[in-house]
C-alpha cells in the first residue's frame, strides 16, 4: 500500500469517546487526506493536508478535526463519536506534480480502519 | 457533493468476456482517474487520462473520455475471477490536489 499504515485497523468505541486515528507515511509525500467511506455514498473527503500545520476541510468536516505535526503524520480526531461515525476510514497520500505532460495528481490509499460507535 | 457518476452500480460477467463501465461528470476537469478496490482494502490507481487525451491504454485496460459529453468510459478486457472488485472514477478540477469520487460500479466475475 504504497507505504502507507493506518492504527489502528479496527475499532469499537462508545458514544460519546474521544477516538484517534492514525495516518503514517514513508514517501514523504506533500498532500494527505482522509476520507470516509458509506454504502450508497461512496469516499467522501473528511480533512486534507497541503504540508506541515497546514490542513483544510472537505466536504463533511462536520464532528472531525486534524493534526499533521510533521510529513509523515496525519492524525484524524472524532472529539465525541457519535453513531453516524460508524464508518471504514482511510487515509490517502499524493504529490500532486505538474510536469511537462501536465498535472500527477493520483492518490495511494492506505488499508483503512473500520470503526464502530455503538 | 458528488462529481462522477458510475454506471451501472453493479455488473456480473463471465470470465473471459469484457466489462465496461461508464462515468460521467458534471464540471470541467484536468484529469479523470480510475481506481480499483478489493473487498476489505484501500483503492488502488488504474490510470490516468487528461482532458486532452481521448483514449488511453494499460494492459487490458482500455479508458476513454469524451469531455464534450463530459463522460468516461473504463473497458477490461479478457476478465478473470481476480478482476472481481468496485471501480471508481475520481475527478480532478480546479484544485489539482483534491479529487472527487464516485460511488463506484461493483464488477464480479464469474469463474
Known amino acids: 500500500d504504497a507505504g502507507i499504515t493506518q492504527s489502528p485497523r479496527h475499532k469499537v468505541t462508545e458514544t460519546g469517546t474521544p477516538v484517534t486515528l492514525r495516518c503514517h507515511q514513508t514517501?514523504?509525500?506533500?498532500?494527505m487526506y482522509w476520507y470516509r467511506q458509506d454504502p450508497g455514498h461512496g469516499l467522501r473527503l473528511i480533512h486534507y493536508?497541503?504540508?506541515?500545520?497546514?490542513?483544510d476541510k472537505g466536504e463533511v468536516s462536520d464532528g472531525y478535526s486534524v493534526s499533521r505535526s510533521k510529513t509523515e503524520d496525519f492524525l484524524l480526531t472524532l472529539e465525541s463519536a457519535t453513531s453516524s461515525q460508524t464508518s471504514v476510514y482511510f487515509c490517502?497520500?499524493?504529490?500532486?506534480?505538474?510536469?511537462?505532460?501536465?498535472?500527477?495528481?493520483?492518490?495511494?490509499f492506505g488499508p483503512g480502519t473500520r470503526l464502530t460507535v455503538l | 457533493s458528488q462529481q462522477g457518476e458510475e454506471d451501472p452500480q453493479a455488473l456480473s460477467i463471465q470470465e473471459g468476456e469484457n466489462a465496461t463501465m461508464n462515468c460521467s461528470y458534471k464540471?470541467?476537469?484536468?484529469?479523470l482517474q480510475w481506481y480499483r478496490q478489493n473487498s476489505g482494502r484501500g483503492l488502488v490507481h488504474l490510470i490516468l487520462?487528461?482532458?486532452?487525451?481521448r483514449e488511453k491504454h494499460s494492459g487490458r485496460l482500455r479508458v476513454t473520455l469524451d469531455t464534450s459529453k463530459k463522460s468516461s468510459s473504463l473497458l477490461i478486457t479478457a476478465s478473470r475471477a481476480a478482476d472481481t472488485a468496485s471501480y471508481f472514477c475520481a475527478t480532478a478540477g480546479g484544485s489539482n490536489y483534491k479529487l472527487t469520487f464516485g460511488k463506484g460500479t461493483l464488477l464480479t466475475v464469474n469463474p
Open positions: 490517502a497520500i499524493s504529490e500532486s506534480m505538474v510536469g511537462l505532460a501536465g498535472v500527477r495528481n493520483e492518490q495511494f
Open positions: 493536508s497541503y504540508g506541515v500545520k497546514d490542513t
Open positions: 464540471t470541467s476537469i484536468n484529469n
Open positions: 514517501e514523504n509525500h506533500r498532500y
Open positions: 487520462i487528461r482532458s486532452n487525451e
